[in-house]
């Protein structure tokens, strides 16, 4: 080892005294930018792997929270904002963001997704005494939501207890539909007394009570389903009736649609043609009324409520087609807390959609719509009556209630 030191230290002095040490010096300083280029390659190429990681997970997360938005029933608008405030929160900084509902290519771009798209231009360090270029990075996200079942009775507080209240002695027999509640309270969903249900699953977002057994279906959900997400407004997107200029009344046996300034306080037999009725005033159906329609829409304007007498028989049913398709009653958004009460014979039919989402809804009696066809999505609802409601209805003009909801990254 010794003797190879001696031998290049006199190689070197050598070089020197016949001045190749400026050569060296040289070559040195034009290899330099090389090295640390290189060097500041590797650098560089580490950090740039690391950022584009950081972009896709914020993708990811930009994704899901519009999805998330999207559950709520909101627009493309709200959407691209939830997603553009994820995105800013977890640092896209002077990126840009492209957010789509549904996607625009790709495997979903015919299902219920939100596809964001995020790009940024990274600046160079070392690599600038190489080019002045900026580095482009792009990453793409798509949250997909899947319905894990549907609603036939969806109760839509946020907050209430006992928000879907099944008591006494009824005996209610769900058929391919769920019970779902957006309440936040731990009995948000209660079974109390002797009342027997049947359903495919009983989901709510807070805490579910049950006195008594419910059978569910095990292949939808082997277990009441709790701290879910909530379920939206389904008919959020349907215009409330406009009302008419002139105030019809209701002292004939056939009523034609239009607004009855005053309410409607029916007796006897009464048809009603089909339309839209809006009512600035309670319907009250009296005992032994036989009251019969078909594709009508009954609008309770303000906060007017509805009781029918459990010796009524009524039999109406909602439009098949057109705006308020598959709505049978329909209370006004902007009403405050009231409510309305359905009840009649063993050979009522309400066949459609009711819905009060500022009201609660009693359901009293033994009767459901055409082949069972009847949904019940309230503020709150409380139900006693004997029923089977079934949810294949898109026949008759009704749509599916979706009911939790999930979000999961796919592309």
């Given at each position: ?17 016949r ?22 390659l ?27 938005e ?42 219920k ?10 600046d ?15 990453a ?9 079942s ?17 008591s ?9 539909c ?13 079974v109390?007394?002797?009342a ?31 701290n ?8 959020s ?15 004939k ?15 006897g ?106 949904q ?36």
């Open positions: 080892m010794a003797t190879f030191g001696r031998i290049f230290r006199d190689f070197f002095s050598r070089r020197l005294q001045g190749e040490g400026g050569n060296v010096a040289i070559v040195f300083a034009f290899t330099l930018p090389i090295v640390v280029g290189g060097a500041g590797g650098v560089e190429t580490s950090y740039w792997y690391y950022s584009s990681l950081k972009l896709q997970a914020t993708a990811d997360a930009a994704a899901y929270a519009g999805a998330l999207k559950i709520q029933g909101s627009d493309t608008g709200a959407i691209t904002t939830a997603a553009t405030q994820s995105a800013t929160d977890n640092g896209l900084g002077n990126g840009s963001i492209t957010v789509h509902t549904p996607p625009t290519s790709g495997p979903n771009t015919a299902k997704a939100v596809e964001v798209i995020l790009n940024q231009n990274l160079r360090m070392f690599t600038s005494i190489f080019t002045q270029s900026k580095v482009p990075e792009q793409r996200a798509v949250a997909l939501i899947t319905d894990a549907r609603a036939c009775v969806l109760a839509l507080s946020a907050s209430a207890s006992q928000a879907a209240l099944f006494g002695s009824s005996n209610v027999k769900l058929s391919g769920s019970v779902m509640s957006d309440s936040i309270a731990p009995d948000a969903i209660k109390q007394g002797s027997g249900l049947q359903a495919d699953c009983l989901i709510s977002v807070g805490g579910i009570s049950l006195s008594n057994a419910v059978v569910t279906d095990p292949a939808t959900c082997k277990a009441p389903i709790t879910a997400l909530p379920a939206a407004d389904p008919f997107s349907v215009p409330a009736p406009a009302a008419s200029g002139s105030c019809l009344n209701d002292n046996p056939t009523l034609g649609p239009g607004t009855y300034c005053n309410g409607m306080n029916l007796k037999n009464v048809t009603l043609s089909p339309g839209v009725y809006v009512l600035e005033g309670n319907l009250k159906i009296n005992a032994g009324a036989v009251i019969q329609g078909d594709g009508v829409t009954i609008y309770m304007a303000g906060s007017n409520t509805v009781s029918m007498n459990g010796n009524a028989t009524v039999t109406l049913s909602a439009p098949t087609s057109g705006t308020y398709s598959g709505v049978l009653f329909y209370g006004d958004r902007t009403g405050t807390t009231a409510q309305s009460t359905f009840n009649g014979t063993a050979d009522s039919l309400l066949t459609g959609a009711i819905y009060f989402p500022r009201q609660q809804v009693n359901y009293l009696g033994n009767f459901s719509g055409v082949n069972g066809c009847t019940v999505v309230a503020d709150t609802i409380q139900w006693s009556g004997n029923s089977t409601i079934n949810q294949d209805c898109t026949s008759l003009g009704m749509k599916d209630i979706p009911a939790a909801p999930s979000v999961a990254i796919v592309e």
